[in-house]
């Protein structure tokens, strides 16, 4: 990453500089803090407080104000936390300030927590992000001579926090879990013509050959051999090979426990013979791998981070395409468990692939099994834009997601496993359809999914609709938001720590 990123021990008093952005709770009667209120009369005549109360600024969560001022801080950015602030009230708020710093045209930043967040928790969330804000995801545009444009802060101090050991290691573990993210940002924003199966495994591969993971890439031949018929069937369409991708990462010592994280792998889905109609809806399709990103961005990380657990990657990696192999509705296929599954919509093909995946990873004899997919528009209707539901029938399994849900900030909602709704997959010729009825569709993709897991903990997480943002807003970006690789880390560094 370019942004630079460092622990000061400088406190606010004696800082001089650029930029400073000077973070504030909000209280029933907000004032400007000391020591500014001195500065302020001593030598900016007045010139802060007079800017507060024209902006009307109260220190209400993701509010700025920000003036030019003689020195010895020549711009000063006020931003809000509102009250009661949480650690993702702070990511957002820092976001938001560089945001304001940006267009001011600062390069060095500095900035002021409160106290209660300089404890590795807190420096974590403002590492993180600071590097996601910088992102920048510019690859496929020609240089520009607007320079205005693009982000030209480049160096970032947090004042008043010695770099001690743990702080150290929040520094690190913020830097490597957002290049996760971002590398998980660049896989969902490239275009189905540059990121396809045999991309994403590629993408794997040179995981391992930098960070020293194993990986074995299974092709066509492999995949029939293990009985795929669930994957291989959605994939014979595409004239590209599919891939099935399994990464793992081993630590040095003795490992805690044995996982395995599931990524849905579709670089672009047409719909098949059930065409998408939607022109907006299809030309988004590039973005129903966002799952795969995740876990690939997961494995970077973990592989740096060096955790004392046992972690598979996998990932069934294919189109699904229209051409005279296609599926046709109401074929019937067999997936590697020997489940048959009647087609009744081809484009209900992401649950396929993750059937044959679900039942490798069960093979392996982990502990548990979590699956990320962009598998329904019915969880987008359900919790709108920003949240991903979570499926999963085991309790503890459930409580260990949504703790890290509320530290990473990428918010999880726990969906019911409604078993009544099974009905609605009954197949007259099949053991179940690929599909059930409108209603509750979010449910029965889950409860297909269930099928292909029979003895070990299990969990679903549908991200529909937070992997992708139109807005701009904290330290999101639009397109790609990279989502899941925080939440994952989260959970993998919590499965870690304990005992």
């Given at each position: 990453m370019s942004l630079a990123l460092e622990l000061?021990?400088?406190?606010?008093?004696?800082?001089?500089?650029?930029?400073?952005?000077?973070l504030q709770t909000?209280?029933?009667?907000?004032?400007?803090?000391?020591?500014?209120?001195?500065?302020?009369?001593?030598?900016?005549?007045?010139?802060?407080?007079?800017?507060?109360?024209?902006?009307?600024?109260?220190?209400?969560?993701?509010?700025t104000c920000a003036v030019r001022l003689p020195g010895p801080i020549r711009k000063l950015i006020l931003v809000g936390l509102g009250d009661n602030p949480t650690l993702e009230t702070l990511r957002r708020a820092v976001g938001t300030g560089l945001r304001q710093a940006n267009s001011l045209k600062a390069k060095q930043v500095a900035i002021s927590l409160p106290e209660p967040f300089r404890d590795p928790q807190g420096v974590r969330a403002v590492a993180e992000a600071c590097y996601l804000t910088a992102h920048q995801d510019t690859r496929f545009k020609s240089p520009s001579p607007d320079s205005d444009k693009s982000f030209q802060v480049s160096s970032i101090?947090?004042?008043?926090?010695?770099?001690?050991?743990?702080?150290?290691?929040?520094?690190?573990?913020a830097q490597e879990i957002a290049a996760g993210v971002i590398l998980a940002r660049e896989l969902v924003n490239a275009p189905a013509n540059i990121v396809t199966p045999v991309t994403l495994a590629e993408?794997?591969?040179?995981?391992?050959?930098?960070?020293?993971?194993?990986?074995?890439?299974?092709?066509?031949?492999?995949?029939?051999?293990?009985?795929?018929?669930?994957?291989?069937?959605v994939a014979k369409a595409s004239d590209l090979p599919p891939q099935f991708i399994h990464l793992t990462y081993k630590p040095t010592g003795e490992s805690r426990g044995k996982l395995a994280l599931i990524g849905k792998g579709l670089?672009?889905?047409?719909?098949g013979l059930n065409i998408k109609t939607d022109t907006r809806s299809i030309a988004m399709m590039k973005t129903d791998m966002g799952g795969a990103a995740a876990v690939l961005g997961t494995a970077r990380a973990i592989a740096r981070l060096g955790i004392p657990l046992e972690v598979h990657f996998l990932v069934a990696a294919t189109e699904n395409m229209i051409s005279g192999r296609a599926l046709h509705p109401g074929?019937?296929?067999?997936?590697?468990?020997?489940?048959?599954?009647?087609?009744?919509?081809?484009?209900?093909?992401?649950?396929?692939?993750?059937?044959?995946?679900?039942?490798?990873?069960?093979?392996?004899?982990?502990?548990?099994?979590?699956?990320?997919a962009t598998l329904t528009g019915a969880c987008v209707i359900a919790l709108g834009s920003e949240i991903a539901g979570l499926f999963t029938p085991d309790e503890t399994l459930a409580?260990?997601?949504?703790?890290?849900?509320?530290?990473?900030?990428?918010?999880?909602?726990?969906?019911?496993?409604?078993?009544?709704?099974?009905?609605?997959?009954?197949?007259?010729?099949?053991d179940l359809k690929n599909t059930g009825p409108r209603e509750g569709g979010a449910i029965t993709a889950?409860?297909?999914?269930?099928?292909?897991?029979?003895?070990?903990?299990?969990?679903?997480i549908d991200i529909a609709a937070p992997v992708w943002t139109e807005r701009e807003g904290g330290y999101t970006n639009k397109g790609a938001t990279g989502y899941g690789v925080r939440l994952l880390c989260q959970w993998l560094l919590n499965r870690a720590n304990q005992n």
């Amino acid at each position: 990453m370019s942004l630079a990123l460092e622990l000061v021990p400088t406190p606010l008093e004696t800082w001089e500089g650029e930029c400073l952005l000077l973070l504030q709770t909000a209280t029933p009667e907000w004032h400007l803090p000391q020591p500014l209120r001195d500065w302020d009369q001593q030598r900016w005549q007045g010139l802060l407080q007079e800017t507060i109360q024209e902006t009307q600024f109260t220190a209400k969560a993701q509010t700025t104000c920000a003036v030019r001022l003689p020195g010895p801080i020549r711009k000063l950015i006020l931003v809000g936390l509102g009250d009661n602030p949480t650690l993702e009230t702070l990511r957002r708020a820092v976001g938001t300030g560089l945001r304001q710093a940006n267009s001011l045209k600062a390069k060095q930043v500095a900035i002021s927590l409160p106290e209660p967040f300089r404890d590795p928790q807190g420096v974590r969330a403002v590492a993180e992000a600071c590097y996601l804000t910088a992102h920048q995801d510019t690859r496929f545009k020609s240089p520009s001579p607007d320079s205005d444009k693009s982000f030209q802060v480049s160096s970032i101090s947090l004042l008043a926090i010695s770099p001690q050991p743990a702080l150290t290691v929040a520094l690190t573990q913020a830097q490597e879990i957002a290049a996760g993210v971002i590398l998980a940002r660049e896989l969902v924003n490239a275009p189905a013509n540059i990121v396809t199966p045999v991309t994403l495994a590629e993408t794997a591969r040179q995981l391992a050959q930098t960070y020293g993971l194993e990986v074995e890439v299974l092709g066509q031949a492999e995949c029939e051999a293990l009985g795929m018929g669930a994957f291989l069937g959605v994939a014979k369409a595409s004239d590209l090979p599919p891939q099935f991708i399994h990464l793992t990462y081993k630590p040095t010592g003795e490992s805690r426990g044995k996982l395995a994280l599931i990524g849905k792998g579709l670089t672009f889905d047409s719909g098949g013979l059930n065409i998408k109609t939607d022109t907006r809806s299809i030309a988004m399709m590039k973005t129903d791998m966002g799952g795969a990103a995740a876990v690939l961005g997961t494995a970077r990380a973990i592989a740096r981070l060096g955790i004392p657990l046992e972690v598979h990657f996998l990932v069934a990696a294919t189109e699904n395409m229209i051409s005279g192999r296609a599926l046709h509705p109401g074929d019937i296929l067999t997936a590697s468990n020997q489940k048959t599954i009647e087609i009744n919509n081809t484009d209900a093909e992401g649950r396929l692939t993750l059937a044959d995946a679900l039942v490798f990873a069960e093979k392996l004899e982990v502990d548990a099994i979590v699956d990320l997919a962009t598998l329904t528009g019915a969880c987008v209707i359900a919790l709108g834009s920003e949240i991903a539901g979570l499926f999963t029938p085991d309790e503890t399994l459930a409580q260990e997601l949504l703790a890290a849900s509320h530290s990473s900030g990428e918010k999880i909602w726990r969906m019911p496993l409604e078993e009544s709704y099974n009905e609605g997959l009954s197949s007259l010729v099949a053991d179940l359809k690929n599909t059930g009825p409108r209603e509750g569709g979010a449910i029965t993709a889950a409860l297909f999914l269930k099928n292909f897991v029979h003895k070990t903990p299990w969990a679903h997480i549908d991200i529909a609709a937070p992997v992708w943002t139109e807005r701009e807003g904290g330290y999101t970006n639009k397109g790609a938001t990279g989502y899941g690789v925080r939440l994952l880390c989260q959970w993998l560094l919590n499965r870690a720590n304990q005992n």
